[in-house]
């Protein structure tokens, strides 16, 4: 039996599973592939750029998707935003920064915004923003983030914002931690580093190969990524990936990285070039240590409706 | 309708909740009125302070209830375990360090044996130790800790340890994160803080005002507190504690710190005795934030089992 909720009924959709817009990872394929299974497929426009966005909308076909942005991007490129409203997105989701400017110009076009927060104070502004759904990330989070666990972060959300719907980022990968995080309050989870081990994920077969290996405790949050590709972001946000060599080589010595970010930003270009994930960083968050396979990401929004479907027989009282 | 399980069973207990052996807070009285809520109290024996534990055993009357230990505590003065299974208790909870040495002795005395531990790595040492019960405790949990958080891995410790109930710590305050808990496999949650802030804690009643009135975001895991009272723990363990003048004096400054504990410690010290909270730390985990009153600990327990039974009626497949 489906979990039906606000948040399926707003975004008209069966399950309440959501894909991260994980930049240029989540394309149209995997978009496409998880609206088909029922959840909702969100592109990675990331950093934004038009052509990508453009050609994986495409790839997408008919599948009614939406598109993640990161809020600063939009801020230096407004025409970005322009041309994904006119592909008539189900939502756009708001990442980092503030989400008032662009808000208006969201709901006009008939889009739901969703708008991702780290801690409650920025629940109260995506509030403020008029936000349609609030998506609370954990620390557990691959990628861009705070240090907020999930488990205590996402029923604060909640409580400061009992009008809108909160869906659940970080640390999700399998049943558990979908029912889990219906029962902190969310009424639908995000996930990412579970659909980057997604056979239409448009990720590097090693870089798949290396989540589905990674054991616990093998992620770390901090900006050695960061600093090694140039993109430095504004504290305290970090970047959560698998440890690797460069990471082994850099950590706790961010100062030194930062003096010295000319050549190792080329070294790790070009190893991102070449596919050498021991400079390279794969994008990833703490779940890795519960994936295991790369199945189709249809399968993967089965599986963990029925797990969880499965946990909630149990406890039936 | 109470929850039945194999943790209930061993423990002999109605329902799966257990009072964390907070040293010196969770005294005889405390752990006397968890018990008779229906969960296990366990004594906060912590460093190993024999006559605290003999008058606060007494305080407890004739509920049954077990002890918790810091192991390398019980490795400095091995008379003090004998002392507390002399009390024959429901279990002894060995925290930190290796479990193996007193298991035998443990298990021979008729108490079951239970092993907190902070990663997957320590969870295969305690079933080792052929451990009763495993406490998986996340980042989130007030004091000596470690960095993962309980989301991923709680649901990583199950899978190790499948002939192990595994009980959660860390970030659990309400029926909303005893649900979650069981989802991620949990069979119980063991919390702190939560009743830290009851009536019978043994904490200083300013103490318990500050968890009260604690926000989100105003914990911090550092070694600061350690420095500050000169009991410096192997790494990479850290303490939780309550953000505080003194912490974010010395947030950052930890090198300094370590060259002037003795001026440090001493002023340190001083305000724990006058309860400068300012100053002295306030031990207490994440899941302050979804704490707003100072209850009876029994009514603590009805709570959160009444709003678990909540959740699994509405989630009622």
New interface residues.
Partial sequence: ?A?QNRLTQMLRIEHPVLLAPMDLVSGGRLAAAVTQAGGLGLLGGGYGDADWIEREWDAAGNSRIGCGFITWSLAKSPGILKRALAHAPAAIMLSFGDPKPFAAQIHDSGALLVCQVQ???QAHRAVEAEADVIVAQ???AGGHGMS??????L??VVDVCPNTPVVAA???A?G??F???????AQGVLMGTRFYASMEANGHPEAKQRIVAA???QTVRSIVFDLSRRNRWPAPYTGRLLRNRHAETWLGREDELATRMEDVSREYAEARERGDFDIAGVIAG??C??IHDIPPAGEIVERIVAE??Q???R???
Same sequence: chains 1, 2.
């Fill in positions: 039996m979990i801690t409650v104070h954990g620390t557990e907020e666990p999930l488990f205590t972060l029923p604060q970080g640390g999700i399998d558990r931690g029912a889990a995080a219906l029962m902190l309050g054991e616990a405790g703490e779940a240590a519960l969880a479907d946990l909630f027989v406890y039936h009282r």
